[in-house]
């Protein structure tokens, strides 16, 4: 994992330059072309179709080809370099860039809603039976790993982090980080019980046998995001039509994907004319189009079945109360590093430091309001959560 000091040395000197600096090296008007970065994974979906289907130039804008990484911590490496410019990334990784790292930079909208799982060797019957072994979340800053502390809390069991492979109690349950595109394998080879992550990889281990869906992440957090649009805040201060337009083009991809899954699943895939990811259509398919949620239902995985969701859905306004609930959250969960900048985060004052809302409103408004998406007219919520 990418250590705090790495984000806070050389690596981050050339974004913090004077007022004067900046505005002489920053690109004119909206010439600022955009810099795709991407796991492999389907919460990158908005920023993919958006580049796929040439929405970006549709708003004036010029788009190079996305870049694709293996790691949530290259992508953040990535993005605090200025190798990109706009990303997707975990939402608690997010406090952890701002406040942890003290890289400025915004949340302007969510990717997508829902969208991961606990899967599971095919052995183990309930949550209870990880007891005593090892499970993988592909970031400590990550949605996964305060809903897995929270499933597991709930069973009387406790998380620890210790090497993979390290003896645990009946009681314990250790976790590591691993990167998406490993833990299908690591899975596979029973070097790990289970893992909670992005899709499609859990869709992947159930097509091939060697893993089952415990639990679906949006049965536990109701339509919670995992990963949101990320830019940097001196192209959001120093570029703000940059910054709308950017933001439009990912709304637009968001409201043509609900219309459009199939289609935006074979986009995805290794068989779509870009291969952005090395999945095939059908895996993304039974993520992206899934038909077979109500089968779930009954076999009892999914446990709020008046929630009425989808295994993923896209909606791209980032409510205040998630956010403050997020921040709440990631204080009682169990993560690796320096944590001290957490205590000192109010949740009130995050939501409306961290996120900035201008930008969404106006691209929703111009696609038929908040309706289209389902979401209040007063953009407000209350959070559901029930490990």
């Excluded at 059908?282 to 779930?296: E, G, M, S």
Aim: aromatic share 8%; net charge positive.
């Amino acid at each position: 994992m990418l250590r705090l000091s790495a984000l806070t040395g050389a690596a981050v000197a050339a974004p913090f330059l004077s007022a004067g600096d900046a505005r002489a090296q920053a690109f004119k008007g909206d010439d600022q072309p955009v810099k795709i970065g991407y796991l492999p994974i389907t919460d990158a979906t908005p920023l993919l179709v958006a580049h796929g289907r040439g929405l970006f130039e549709k708003e004036g804008l010029k788009a190079e080809a996305p870049r694709l990484f293996r790691s949530w911590a290259q992508i953040v490496e990535a993005f605090v370099s200025g190798q990109v410019n706009v990303v997707h990334l975990l939402t608690p990784a997010t406090l952890w860039v701002r406040y942890g790292a003290k890289f400025p930079a915004k949340i302007v909208a969510w990717n997508h809603i829902n969208g991961s799982a606990l899967t599971v060797l095919p052995e183990i019957g309930q949550v209870a039976d990880l007891g005593g072994r090892t499970v993988a979340v592909p970031f400590w800053y990550s949605i996964h790993n305060i809903l897995l502390q929270d499933v597991l809390r709930k069973e009387g069991l406790t998380a620890v982090t210790r090497a993979r492979g390290a003896t645990v109690g009946p009681k314990e349950v250790n976790l590591v980080v691993l990167a998406p595109a490993e833990m299908v394998s690591a899975l596979a080879a029973k070097s790990i019980a289970g893992f909670i992550v992005a899709e499609p990889f859990n869709a992947a281990a159930e097509i091939a046998g060697v893993g089952k869906v415990l639990r679906f992440s949006g049965d536990v957090w109701k339509d919670h995001a995992c990963c949101v649009t990320f830019l940097a805040e001196r192209d959001v201060a120093e570029k703000p039509e940059w910054a709308q337009r950017v933001t439009s083009a990912i709304v637009k991809a968001q409201l043509w994907t609900r219309g459009n899954r199939l289609e935006t699943a074979t986009l995805l895939s290794n068989a779509g004319e870009r291969r952005y990811t090395p999945h095939p259509p059908q895996t993304l398919a039974k993520v992206l189009a899934a038909t077979d949620y109500a089968d779930y239902e009954q076999r009892g995985i999914v446990q709020h079945k008046g929630w009425a969701q989808r295994r993923i859905d896209f909606q791209p306004y980032p409510y205040a109360s998630y956010t403050e609930q997020l921040v709440r959250a990631i204080k009682a969960t169990k993560v690796e590093g320096d944590t001290a900048f957490l205590d000192a985060l109010d949740p009130k004052f995050v939501a409306s430091d961290l996120v900035d809302t201008r930008f969404v409103r106006k691209a929703i408004d111009s696609v038929g309001g908040p309706q289209v998406f389902g979401v209040p007219a007063d953009y407000t919520r209350r959070e559901t959560i029930a490990a």
